[in-house]
């Protein structure tokens, strides 16, 4: 039977989501499906910090959209009414004048709070846009490190640097930066990028744009450090009010990277928590968004935070 959810932008509708999410990581079944994508669709909003269930799975499907895409089909929901808040509030009563309502005309009330056709049309344009989105991000993802090298010493890396990120193609995510010394006063720029594998060839990449005109002007040659194959999973971290944003993610090469950003407009920071040398396939944090809890390809699951130094401390393993 079809789980089914009336008025999830209304208080009431959020309120039901967020005590049916509370022992639950999504709609339906244990991994993020077709489901959880009707009831992305169907808010208008994200649920704010007092729904903190719906919150955290609404973060953790945005971050799997951004990122890997949802290809499960899952059981099925059904989404009765997507009624606003504002259909809550009592209705002002009629004026006296007015003229009485036919109480044979059913097509006059509206018992159920129904949309109006602009808000169906909307809701249903939505729908088609996140679906859209997640059909073209079923394949995997790949993280890349490059390593781009000058002509000279006098090769200003700053407009090196530009020159890279102004390649744009969809499935490309350019990420952090920084320059390393070679000797003889050279220094070479290493910057990651996030790829859709199905859409993005790094090879191509490469020799048809940072190795062609007019991005060679800077660039002498570019070579691949490290590729990382495969999204597996991705989750967003509770923040509690900080402005620091944290997602971890999993990868078919056994990597969980932590990424942070400081602030909103800096660039994302990643760090390899560890390395299972197994492919990862879930990762879930805490409601404080301190212990990061990893299942892995030997049926394990464990418990993680990050120590002082910023390395990988395990807590502990979970008993099946």
């Known amino acids: 039977m079809a789980v089914a959810f009336a008025n999830l932008n209304a208080a009431s509708g959020l309120q039901k989501l967020n005590d049916y999410l509370l022992t639950r990581s999504y709609i339906t079944g244990y991994q993020a499906s077709k489901d959880d994508i009707a009831v992305y669709a169907a808010l208008n909003t994200p649920p704010s910090s007092e729904y903190v269930n719906a919150a955290r799975w609404y973060n953790h499907i945005d971050a799997l959209l951004r990122l890997s895409g949802i290809a499960e089909e899952g059981k099925g929901v059904k989404i009765e009414s997507t009624a606003t808040l504002l259909e809550e509030i009592p209705a002002t009563p009629a004026v006296a004048d007015k003229a009485p309502v036919d109480e044979d005309d059913d097509d006059d009330v509206d018992l159920f709070g129904e949309e109006t056709e602009e808000e169906k049309k909307a809701a249903e344009e939505r729908a088609a846009a996140v679906k859209a989105s997640a059909k073209k991000k079923e394949s995997g993802k790949s993280s890349v490190l490059l390593d781009v090298k000058p002509w000279d010493d006098e090769t200003d890396m700053k407009k090196l640097e530009e020159a890279v990120r102004s390649v744009q193609m969809e499935g490309l995510l350019w990420g952090a930066s920084k320059l390393v010394a ?94 299972f040398r197994t492919p990862v396939w879930r990762v879930s944090w805490s409601l404080t968004g301190n212990i990061l809890a990893v299942a892995d390809g030997n049926n394990n699951v464990t418990l993680w935070k990050e120590a002082v130094d910023g390395v990988g401390q395990q807590v502990t393993t979970v008993e099946p």
Not at 205 to 218: K, R
Not at 222 to 230: L, P, T
Not at 236 to 249: M, Q, R
């Open 182 to 275: 070679v000797g003889y006063g050279i220094k070479k720029l290493q910057i990651m990028m996030t790829i859709v594998d199905d859409l993005v060839s790094v090879d191509e990449l490469i020799e048809e744009y940072l190795c062609a005109e007019p991005a060679n002007e800077y660039i002498q040659s570019c070579d691949i450090v490290a590729f990382n194959k495969i999204l597996r999973d991705v989750a967003w971290a509770p923040n509690l009010g900080l402005p620091k944003s944290t997602i971890a993610s999993a990868s078919q090469d056994g990597t969980v990277v932590t990424w942070t950003v400081a602030k909103e407009g800096d660039q994302w920071r990643g760090k390899v928590l560890y390395n």
